[in-house]
């Protein structure tokens, strides 16, 4: 039981490059989200599913695109990337809504760097 | 809207002295509570959760964490600290539906444990 996979752990990409963040869960969950992590500001919410076909935006989804066309993968693309997309991005699954009560479990982490 | 504030952004404790991290709530209506830990370059690890059930949650590694309804806090305690508790940790409140079931992150308290 692998949990929450993110790929890649590392990146450095340069300002305007497009590149995807892989987000892998093996636990049949419903619900998936992305955040990034930023210092002195916690994690926001950048965008979230409910299910498979089912997208919607959170907090800061500016710049960011996603999809969900199966329960276990939900990439996060950043289309044209800039510095302030330097950040640290965690996926996050859970069963139901943390609203509900359901556990949200993290992945490691990805760090990007934009230069 | 349901929010967190954590109300020391850095703590230090002897190791084998209590912890105490304080955190209180905002939210217009009985809120799912949890507490992340995230130590160095890590992801985040969930301690505990409260879920409207009983108000003392207990978590992992000795933590636990009572809910005071009546003074909207959620502190985290720990009877002796050990050297490997240096983390940082959140207090988190998850969000409706308006937020897309977001979860709702404190700044963070960062936990120095001294020898």
């Known amino acids: 039981n692998a949990g929450v996979t993110q790929t890649p752990k590392f990146q450095v990409l340069k300002t305007g490059q497009s590149m995807t963040l892989q987000c892998a869960q093996d636990m049949n969950h419903e619900y998936m989200s992305w955040y990034r992590q930023d210092p002195g500001m916690g994690l926001r919410l950048i965008h979230y599913s409910v299910g498979a076909g089912i997208t919607d935006q959170g907090e800061v989804p500016n710049g960011y695109n996603v999809s969900r066309s199966t329960t276990e993968d939900f990439p996060l693309r950043l289309l044209s990337a800039a510095p302030s997309q330097t950040s640290v991005y965690f996926c996050?699954?859970?069963?139901?809504?943390?609203?509900?009560?359901?556990?949200?479990?993290f992945g490691e982490g990805s760090w990007l760097t934009v230069v | 809207a349901q929010s967190v504030t954590q109300l020391d952004s850095h703590v230090s404790v002897s190791e084998g002295t209590p912890v105490l991290l304080r955190c209180n709530y905002s939210?217009?209506?009985?809120?799912?509570l949890f507490w992340y830990v995230q130590h160095p370059n890590k992801g985040l690890q969930l301690l505990l959760k409260y879920t409207s059930a009983a108000t003392l949650v207990k978590g992992i590694n000795g933590f636990e964490a009572e809910f005071k309804k009546s003074e909207t806090s959620f502190h985290l305690t720990k009877p002796s600290a050990h050297m490997s508790d240096a983390a940082e940790y959140f207090c988190v409140v998850s969000g409706d539906s308006n937020s897309g079931y977001a979860l709702n992150f404190g700044k963070g308290t960062s936990l120095l444990v001294t020898p």
């Open positions: 939210s217009s209506y009985s809120p799912s």
């Open positions: 996050a699954s859970s069963g139901g809504t943390g609203f509900s009560g359901n556990t949200i479990y």
